[in-house]
C-alpha cells in the first residue's frame, strides 16, 4: 500500500514540493535492471528522500537515485537504492499485488496524470522482482487493478537496482502538448522499518495522493489507440452418479462462447465489454458458517468487475455480486410446493448475458462513468406433481444500470452524484440515487464530509407505490496535526434499502459520535511514535426511535525502537443497551447489559526469523455477574526468502 498525504509539510527544511523533468529516450533501452545504458545519464537525478517512518521527516539511511526517461510508447524509471549491507537487503518471494505485507524491500513510483491530487496510477517492485500494482483515488486504494508493464531489478555490491518500462497504454492523461503530471516515488527498507519518499510525506498531515511532487519535461507525447478483442471458447464435462437426484441426468455437457472487448474512445475514456461471459475459472467463494442475522459481504473475483471500477464505487451503493447473483426470488420455488412435488432444480446463481462499462476524467477534472448488464431469467424446474413438471420463474429478465458523475474541486474538496438502477421485466425496479461532498482548507487540516441517498423500490406487491428510504450522514473537525477530533451523525431509515444492486448490513439507525485523538510522530523516550484516543458513540433505531446503546472508548498505539507494537483499548457501557437485530424478530431485542471491556494487542518485528502475533480481550458485565475473555495466538518463522511458517 501506497501511503501519501497532504503537500503542506510541517518541517521547514523540506520543500513544499519537489520537481524533476524527464528526457527523452532516442534509441532503444535494454531492460536488464543494469542502468548501464548511456541514456540514464543524462537524465536529472531524483534523490534528497526524506523519512516518513520510523522517524517522521528524519533522514534516510540509505541513498537513493531515480531517472526518469520518456519515448513516444512509454515511460521509463531507473532508481539506485544504495545500501551499506546488500546481504541484509530483504527479498522474500511472494504472489504478484501482495504489497507491504511481505518480509522485503520495495521501490515504487505513482503518477497523478490529472495532477488534481485526487487520482493516481501506482507501480511497485520488490527486490525478488514481484510486482504490485493499484490504482489510488479519494475512495482508497484498488489493488484489484492489473496493467501489463516490465520490471527487472538485480541485486549488487552497492545495493540494487531496478529498472521500469511503463507503457502509456496503462495510464490515462490528457492530450496535451506538455504532460505535467504529479509524482510520488517511495523506498521500503524492510529490514529497518523505514519508509522513505522523494517528495516529503509528513505523517501528521491527513490526505492520499496530495503529497505527490512534479515530474514534467513530457512533450510530443500521444495517448495510444487501446484495443483488444480477447474470444473465448469453453466446454464443461460433469458426471453424476445413479440416484443423485430426480430430473438429474448421469452425465451433462455445455459449451459457451463469447468474447472481451476493451477499447479507448478517447485519450481518456475506455469502454469494456463482455459477451456471454464464463467465469468458470474464477477463484470460488470461501465457504462461509454464518450465524449472524446478516448477509456475509463477499470478495469480487470476476475481472470484469474489479477493473477500472473505482469510480463507481463512489457513495458505497454498487456491490457487482449483485450481478449475477442468487436469483431474488430464489426461496418461491420451495414457498409454493404442492402436494406431491420437490424441487428438482432452481439455480443459484442468474446467468449474465452481457455487460459494459465505459468511465474516464476530463481535462475538466471531471470522472464520469456509465455502465450497465443485463441477466437472463432463472427458472426453477418442479417435479412430481399431478399436473406434471413445471417451471417458476425465480427472477426475470433483468437490466442493471449505473451512472456516476465526480468532480474535483481542487485540493482535497470534491463532489459527486450516483444513481444505481434495476429493473426486472416481470416489472420490478429498484432505484438508489446518493450524493457525496468534502469540502477541506488549503492544508487538509480542517474538512467536512456529507452525504445522503435516497431508494425507491416498486413491484406487484405494493400495487405500483414505492417504497421509499434515505440516508445522510456528515461529520466534521480537524483531521491533520497531531491533536485531531471529529463529530458526526449517521441516519439511515428503516425503509431506506439500497441492497438490489448495493450492499447494506441493516437499516433503521440513528448514530450520534465524536472523538479526539493525539499521535506523536517523532521518536520520544522509547518509541519511535505512539498515539491515543478517546471518543464517545450513541445509537439508536431510526423508527421507532429506541435506544441501542451508548458506550465511552479509548485507544492507543506503541511503536517501539526495536520495531515492535503494541496497544491498549477499553470501552465502558454505563447504562443498559438493546440488539434489536440479534433477536430476528421485530419488536423485539436481546438486551446488552451496561460493563465494560478491556484488550490489547501485540506485534512483533516480522524482519526477526521468529515473530509472533498476539490479541486479548476481557469483558465485564457486573449486572449479570458475568465475564467474558479471548486471546489468540499466532507465530510465525521465516526460513529463508522462499519459505515461511506462520500459525493462525
Partial sequence: MICIAAKSGVYANHPKEKSISAV????????????????????????????????????????????????????????????????????????????????TDYFSVAFDTYDDDQNAFHFAVSAAGVQTDSRLSQVGEDDVWDAVWKSEVRITDDGWSVEMEIPYSALRFPKRDVQRWGMQIRRIIRRRRETVYWNFVDRSIDGIINQFGTLDGLRG??????????????????????GAGPGIASNSYSFNAGADLKLGLS?????????????????????????????????????????????FNIAGIFYSRRIGGRPRNFGAANAGLRAGESVAQNPASTRLLNAFKIS????????????????????????????GDREVVTQAFTNYNVLVADQSLGGNSYASIINTNRM?????????????????????????????ASSQRWDKVNQGKPILGYKYNYFLGKFSGNLRFDIGQNVESATYNPNDLGFLIAPNEFTDFGRIAYNVYKPKWKFLAFGNEVGARMQHLEDPRRFSFFR???????????????GFRANYRPVDGNDFFESRVTGRSMAIPKGYGVGGFFSSNYARRFALDLHWNFDWRPTWEQESYGYSISPRFRVNDKLQFIFD
Fill in 360 to 387: 474516464g476524467r476530463t481535462p475538466g477534472r471531471t470522472g464520469l462513468g456509465l455502465f450497465n448488464a443485463m441477466t437472463g431469467p432463472s427458472k426453477a424446474l418442479i417435479t412430481g406433481g399431478e399436473g
Fill in 24 to 103: 527523452r529516450l532516442h534509441a532503444a533501452l535494454k531492460l536488464d535492471g543494469m542502468l548501464n545504458d548511456a541514456a540514464w545519464q543524462e537524465a536529472p537525478i531524483a534523490t534528497d528522500f526524506v523519512q516518513s517512518q520510523p522517524i517522521n521527516g528524519g533522514a534516510p539511511s540509505q541513498r537513493t537515485e531515480v531517472r526518469i526517461l520518456y519515448d513516444n510508447k512509454a515511460i521509463y524509471i531507473g532508481a539506485m537504492l544504495f545500501d551499506t549491507a546488500p546481504d541484509s537487503i530483504l527479498s522474500q518471494l511472494s504472489k504478484r499485488d501482495v504489497g507491504g505485507g511481505v518480509n
Fill in 221 to 242: 507525447i500521444e495517448p495510444p489507440i487501446r484495443l483488444a478483442l480477447t474470444p473465448y471458447v469453453s466446454g464443461y464435462v460433469q458426471r453424476f452418479s445413479p
Fill in 267 to 311: 485519450e481518456s475514456f475506455t469502454l469494456d465489454m463482455t459477451l456471454v461471459p464464463d467465469f468458470g475459472q474464477v477463484v470460488s467463494d470461501n465457504q462461509v458458517l454464518n450465524l449472524s442475522p446478516f448477509e456475509v459481504r463477499f470478495q469480487e473475483n470476476r475481472q470484469f468487475f474489479t477493473e477500472g471500477t473505482e469510480l
Fill in 424 to 452: 426486472e421485466a416481470d416489472g420490478f425496479m429498484a432505484n438508489v440515487t446518493a450524493g457525496r461532498i468534502k469540502l477541506a482548507d488549503a492544508g487538509n487540516v480542517y474538512a467536512i464530509q456529507a452525504s445522503a
Fill in 552 to 566: 465511552f472508548f479509548y485507544n492507543s498505539w506503541f511503536q517501539l525502537k526495536s520495531f515492535d507494537f503494541f
